[in-house]
T-cell receptor, first 112, second 114 residues
Framework: AQSVTQLDSQVPVFEEAPVELRCNYSSSVSVYLFWYVQYPNQGLQLLLKYLSGSTLVESINGFEAEFNKSQTSFHLRKPSVHISDTAEYFCAGKAAGNKLTFGGGTRVLVKP | DAGITQSPRHKVTETGTPVTLRCHQTENHRYMYWYRQDPGHGLRLIHY???????DKGEVSDGYSVSRSKTEDFLLTLESATSSQTSVYFCAISDPGTEYNEQFFGPGTRLTVL
């Protein structure tokens, strides 16, 4: 079974500063990894996904995630955050039977 | 946005009463899922369905049942609600025919059991 761990429950950050959200996974089978974002009082939206190929995956709103097999990590980064990036971010990995296992979430609070 | 709606969006009920939550999709995706979201736990899978009348248990299925009589509808029932079932419930759908089979989520239902 695959488990996913998000190492930080909350990350305060100032506007225009960089942010990194850490995610580690454990699995001995194929790797499908995802990052989702949840804005206040909304459902989850897919931010980006990884299966194979380039280890750096980019999303349309400036986030990127790097897959690192040796460290079993899939950290999410953004070089310069905006107030609108305030949200909760979830890392997820696919387990058997097309089920997703989610990390506990990281709440990002962007301060002006 | 994926065409997923959940009803009701908010519900307050009393301990011991039955509650049914509905998820409706217009995407014709074969797989559907019910999750609950609680602080510090992320999302946890309650039940899922891989086709009409085909369902299976997730990691937190005790106290919940589901039914899927049509592709577009997936119902979650709490037979006798308890305070521990106060949570936000999310429905998700996915298409197993795609490479990633990524899941798309509905807007959620906030359930309070008094």
């Amino acid at each position: 079974a695959q488990s996913v761990t998000q190492l930080d429950s909350q990350v305060p950050v100032f506007e225009e500063a960089p942010v990194e959200l850490r995610c580690n996974y454990s699995s001995s089978v194929s790797v499908y990894l995802f990052w989702y974002v949840q804005y206040p009082n909304q459902g989850l939206q897919l931010l980006l996904k990884y299966l194979s190929g380039s280890t750096l995956v980019e999303s349309i709103n400036g986030f990127e995630a790097e897959f690192n097999k040796s460290q079993t990590s899939f950290h999410l980064r953004k070089p310069s955050v905006h107030i609108s990036d305030t949200a909760e971010y979830f890392c997820a990995g696919k387990a058997a039977g097309n089920k997703l296992t989610f990390g506990g979430g990281t709440r990002v609070l962007v301060k002006p | 946005d994926a065409g997923i709606t959940q009803s009701p969006r908010h519900k307050v009920t009393e301990t011991g009463t039955p509650v049914t939550l509905r998820c409706h999709q217009t995407e014709n995706h074969r797989y559907m899922y019910w999750y609950r979201q609680d602080p510090g736990h992320g999302l946890r899978l309650i039940h899922y369905s891989y086709g009409v009348k085909d369902t299976d248990k997730g990691e937190v299925s005790d106290g919940y049942s589901v039914s899927r009589s049509k592709t577009e509808d997936f119902l979650l029932t709490l037979e006798s609600a308890t305070s521990s079932q106060t949570s936000v419930y999310f429905c998700a759908i996915s298409d197993p025919g795609t490479e990633y089979n990524e899941q798309f989520f509905g807007p959620g239902t906030r359930l309070t059991v008094l």
